[in-house]
């Protein structure tokens, strides 16, 4: 069975103009997103602009300073977070993985690695899997207690390209087969999932939004990566016109100065545009 995306339906997590201040410095600010049941969100945006401390805020594992974060109670959220402290010195195999963050029956654990396509490894030591296979044990564990949410912070990681398909299909499978909500950070600022239903451009705030490109269209990238490629993976890019300061002020590509971007700037618009693809600047900064 297949669940679309329902904006109608009740958010699972909404964001409202939430804030995350440490040592007197705003990392995120302004944010508001939401996600909906079969929804698959991507957050992108250059390092440090926020992307996991937002998706901390959604699950709650990080309380905002300022805005608020509405969750049903009980939500459901499964989390493959970007780095997992592993002691790789001690042996451990992927059914103990499964298994470490609470108990899970022999045939729950069976159904999320068969899921995952691990189903023939359950007994391999962790740290011989391959970067893919690593990836695909870790969101079984975390879509094995059927979550309601699944947050994927940066799930092709140390994966090639090909590996890359592969775990967006898997992605794709768990919500058309779940209907779960998805939010996923991309490592790649010009590529999302092309099932990706809304992106979220982070830069210490939100940037700006919209649906990606259905898909690439040239020919030189289906040449390059094969039609399967532009099944799969859409371009979403874009320029920032304003650079955030260490101090938390903003610097514009005119060279004025102000205390915050304003709506103006030319880019704080929901946009899903084909022609308005333009690229980060190499060394950009932000608050
Ligand atoms: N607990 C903390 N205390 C102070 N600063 C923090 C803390 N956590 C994160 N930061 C800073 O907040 C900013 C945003 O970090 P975050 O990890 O959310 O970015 P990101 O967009 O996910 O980056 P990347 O693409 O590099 O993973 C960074 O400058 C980071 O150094």
């Not at 950070?185 to 992106?199: G, N, P």
Request: glycine fraction near 10%; charge should be negative.
């Amino acid at each position: 069975m297949l669940y679309p995306a329902n904006p109608a339906s009740k958010p699972l997590v909404s964001l409202h103009n939430v804030g995350v201040r440490r040592d007197g410095r705003w990392l995120v600010r302004g944010v508001d997103f939401s996600i909906s049941p079969g929804e698959i969100v991507t957050l992108i945006g250059p390092n440090g602009s926020g992307k996991s401390t937002s998706a901390k805020a959604a699950i709650g594992v990080l309380k905002p300073d300022e805005g608020r974060v509405e969750r049903p109670s009980g939500l459901k959220v499964g989390y493959v977070p970007q780095k997992l402290a592993i002691d790789w010195t001690l042996p451990l195999t992927v059914r103990r993985l499964m298994t470490l963050t609470g108990p899970l029956s022999e045939r729950e654990m069976m159904a999320a690695l068969e899921a995952a396509g691990m189903a023939h490894m359950p007994d391999a030591e962790v740290q011989h899997l391959s970067g893919g296979e690593f990836q695909r044990a870790l969101m079984a564990r975390a879509f094995a207690r059927k979550p309601d949410l699944l947050v994927l912070d940066e799930p092709v990681q140390g994966v090639d390209f090909s590996g890359e398909l592969a775990l967006y299909d898997l992605i794709k499978q768990i919500r058309n087969s779940t209907g779960c909500g998805i939010l996923l950070i991309s490592h790649d600022l010009h590529v999302v999932m092309a099932e990706t239903d809304t992106v979220i451009c982070l830069n210490g705030h939100v940037c700006c939004r919209g649906t990606p490109e259905t898909v690439s269209q040239s020919p030189e990238y289906v040449r390059l990566f094969g039609s399967r490629a532009a099944k799969t993976l859409a371009v979403y890019s874009h320029h920032h016109d304003h650079t955030h300061l260490p101090d938390g002020r903003v610097l514009h590509s005119d060279g004025s100065v102000t205390d915050h971007c304003y709506p103006e700037d030319g880019h704080h618009h929901d946009h899903d545009d084909p022609e308005h693809s333009h690229h980060h600047h190499a060394g950009e900064r932000h608050a």
